[in-house]
């Protein structure tokens, strides 16, 4: 494939993978970028912001784009009428970059929902510290991720005992203490066994306010019955249990961090 950049133009190698049709998320990009999966000049590139040039190649699995300088309009015509003209299934599809026109918008959608994460975040630390009250997690598909944002915040020792990422169901009975009667009848990812891993967190650390999240983020793991996106809530604030089935969209690192986000706005608007 052919990528034509005007002269003294350049792209970013994601931003480059994204237009040339290679991938349709940029998260998913970033990541085999990170796994070494994309080559630049016949050498490995894990940097995503590596800036490409007129003469560089880019290599991912079947792909091969070559970056050319854009002719003037008149031939760039005259071009593309001769590969209508001449066409072959077997023929390279042209791709042209238009640099100016370019506008990142799932980067920008990905930075609004990191910003809300934050923001959110912050304020629900901000009344915990104000209530005097204490916190403790049970993560299962999040693997974690609640914990980090938590403990990102200064003075989060005042009010987080401690949490547990208990991906496995063994880990959900052994830890938590779900039946394993709940997970055979209702499986996994159930409000049953989200609101067992809530209880089963309270006990172990005794804290005011206990959180749990389990669900599918897929890409793999969803069914007819629990598509990829389903995930459950659960919360005990005071003694009193409150949860929520969500139906998100999205890629996996999407479903994770709207499902972050909701947690923090359900434990925000109940304490």
């Keep these: 494939m052919d990528f034509y950049?005007?002269?003294?133009?350049?792209?970013?190698?994601?931003?480059?993978?994204?237009?040339?049709?290679?991938?349709?998320?940029?998260?998913?990009?970033?990541?085999?970028?990170?796994?070494?999966?994309?080559?630049?000049?016949?050498?490995?590139?894990?940097?995503?912001?590596t800036m490409i040039k007129i003469g560089d190649l880019v290599e991912?699995?079947?792909?091969?784009?070559?970056?050319?300088?854009?002719?003037?309009?008149?031939?760039?015509?005259?071009?593309?009428k001769k590969i209508s003209e001449e066409y072959k299934p077997q023929s390279q599809r042209v791709q042209h970059g238009k640099l100016k026109s370019w506008r990142p918008k799932p980067i920008e959608l990905e930075n609004e929902m990191d910003n809300e994460i934050n923001t959110v975040s912050q304020k629900l630390h901000e009344k915990l510290l104000y209530k005097k009250l204490t916190l403790s997690l049970a993560e299962s598909c999040t693997g974690g991720m609640i914990q980090e944002i938590i403990t990102a915040n200064s003075g989060a020792s005042e009010y987080f005992a401690g949490g547990v990422v208990s991906y496995s169901n063994q880990a959900k009975i052994n830890i938590l203490k779900v039946k394993s009667e709940t997970i055979d009848k209702f499986g996994a990812v159930s409000k049953e066994t989200a609101i067992e891993m809530v209880k089963g967190t309270a006990i172990i650390f005794g804290t005011d306010i206990s959180?749990?999240?389990?669900?599918?983020?897929?890409?793999?793991?969803?069914?007819?019955?629990?598509?990829?996106?389903?995930?459950?809530?659960?919360?005990?604030?005071n003694n009193k249990i409150i949860s929520r089935k969500l139906s998100l969209s999205g890629n996996r690192e999407n479903i994770r961090k709207k499902s972050v986000l909701i947690l923090f706005k359900l434990l925000l608007e109940n304490i």
């Design 5 to 49: 950049i005007n002269k003294g133009d350049e792209i970013e190698l994601f931003k480059l993978l994204k237009a040339a049709g290679v991938c349709d998320y940029y998260s998913d990009i970033r990541h085999f970028i990170k796994d070494g999966l994309v080559n630049v000049n016949g050498e490995t590139n894990k940097l995503k912001h």
């Design 60 to 80: 991912y699995k079947e792909f091969k784009i070559n970056i050319v300088e854009s002719r003037p309009k008149g031939e760039q015509r005259e071009e593309r």
């Design 211 to 237: 959180a749990s999240i389990t669900g599918i983020a897929g890409p793999l793991g969803g069914t007819p019955e629990k598509p990829v996106g389903t995930i459950y809530l659960a919360a005990s604030i």
